[in-house]
């Protein structure tokens, strides 16, 4: 299931397609085809925003490590569309 959501930096935005989401991070494919790197606040769908940090994966992609645990019942929920 694609999670449509939101990264916002210091100095840039980018709507991104999140995938793998679990309490701890998740994948994100920004829109604009340029990864979304450093520390980032981000948007779930319309719920957020959740302190992160991006990190480069391969293939254009980041992979996005929260700063605090995801509560349990926000993955469910985004895990069971």
């Known amino acids: ?21 679990d309490d701890t991070g998740c994948d994100l494919f920004p829109d604009s085809g340029t990864p979304v790197l450093g520390d980032c606040a981000l948007w779930i769908g319309a719920v957020g925003p ?5 990190i480069p994966r391969d293939n254009g992609h980041s992979a996005a ?6 509560d349990r019942k926000i993955v469910h929920h985004f895990n069971c569309g």
């Open 50 to 54: 959740f302190e992160a940090t991006a």
């Open 1 to 21: 299931m694609a999670i449509y959501g939101e990264c916002i930096g210091a100095h840039s935005r980018a709507a991104v397609t999140i995938s793998d989401l």
């Open 65 to 70: 490590r929260f700063k605090e645990p995801l």
